[in-house]
């Protein structure tokens, strides 16, 4: 079983050009989407948030429960649904502004336990920024490492929603010791400003850092680099791209039984470009649909 913890949310999507373009919802959230495209993969996957009972609460929980993904450990509240504000730009990248007051997710709280069998367990996203959720996951991050439950972790980073970046920046940094596998974009490495060695240094397993089209780069403990190009595609937008590369990832990863330090450790040259080639190709058929379509397992064979 590999858990995800993080908000459930509705991207508002612009249909047409202008200020004034109709906004069209779709279910989406970082953590939301990499445990959709799980259960799109053929991994058990469960999520773990709080969600609204209102009906965008129910169309999320919905479309988790229609790609069989365990919804046991979801949290309800009356509060509302978190919305994002999506803004694609002409190249298909998309930036959001958020509307978080007062909404359910951000009153998560940890569970004393984790689902029975949990072998992995994601973190990333809005979850880990805004409280007193934030804590909360935090707190199951630490819990979880400290049993040894192989972590990852995908910043995502939303600098709008980011008071004090410094003070995100060295709690970034206080997560590293709790952290198996750090995934994030070239953008959000470049803004914490840290190196893939630092990183390393301070605890996870290997580094996977995406460049959009360009591909991806992972950086392991031994000083090893390994690199896959992109996979060419005419791209729609990118939303959910990065989220269906946490699961390619995450799902790879235990079809080797690498859910551990010692077995990221062991995948070497021809396992990396199996696993990072894999992800990629994940990302571009995202990329190739309107808005977070994560593929299913069967149009990645081969």
């Known amino acids: ?72 450990s979801v949290q309800r509240g009356t509060e509302p649904t978190t919305l994002a504000v999506a803004t694609v730009g002409a190249d298909g990248s998309a930036a959001y502004s958020f509307y978080v007051a007062g909404t359910a997710d951000r009153l998560f709280t940890a569970p004393a336990t984790l689902p029975p ?12 920024v805004l409280e007193p959720g934030a804590s909360a996951y935090e707190e199951l991050m630490r819990a979880a490492a400290a049993q040894g439950v192989f972590t990852t972790l995908d910043p995502n980073i939303r600098p709008g929603l980011i008071p004090d970046a410094d003070a995100y920046r060295a709690r970034f940094k206080s997560w590293l010791p709790s952290v198996s596998l750090l995934k994030l974009s070239a953008e959000d490495a470049e ?76 995948l070497g040259a021809d396992g990396w470009a199996g696993l990072l080639g894999f992800a990629a190709r994940a990302a571009a058929i995202t990329c190739s649909r309107a808005g977070a379509e994560p593929p299913y397992a069967h149009e990645l064979e081969g």
């Open 1 to 72: 079983m590999i858990v995800v913890a993080g908000e459930a949310l509705i991207d508002l999507v612009p249909q047409g050009t202008g200020a004034l373009a109709t906004l069209t919802p779709a279910l989406g959230g970082g953590p939301y989407n990499t445990a959709v495209a799980l259960g799109r993969l053929g991994s058990p996957a469960a999520f773990c948030s709080r969600v609204s009972y209102d009906a965008f609460g129910e169309a999320l929980l919905d479309r988790l429960r229609e790609t069989g993904v365990d919804v046991a």
């Open 117 to 128: 069998g949990t072998r992995a367990i994601s973190f990333g996203t809005c979850s880990l």
């Open 191 to 266: 803004w914490l400003g840290g190196t893939p060695r630092e990183w390393l240094a301070a605890g996870p397993a290997a580094v996977v850092i995406t460049q959009g089209g360009d591909g991806l780069t992972a950086f392991t403990r031994d000083g090893s680099v390994y690199a896959v190009p992109g996979e060419r595609v005419e791209v729609v937008d990118t939303i959910g791209a990065g989220d269906t590369v946490n699961a390619a990832l995450l799902h790879g990863l235990a079809l080797r039984e690498a859910l551990s330090a010692q077995g990221v450790a062991a």
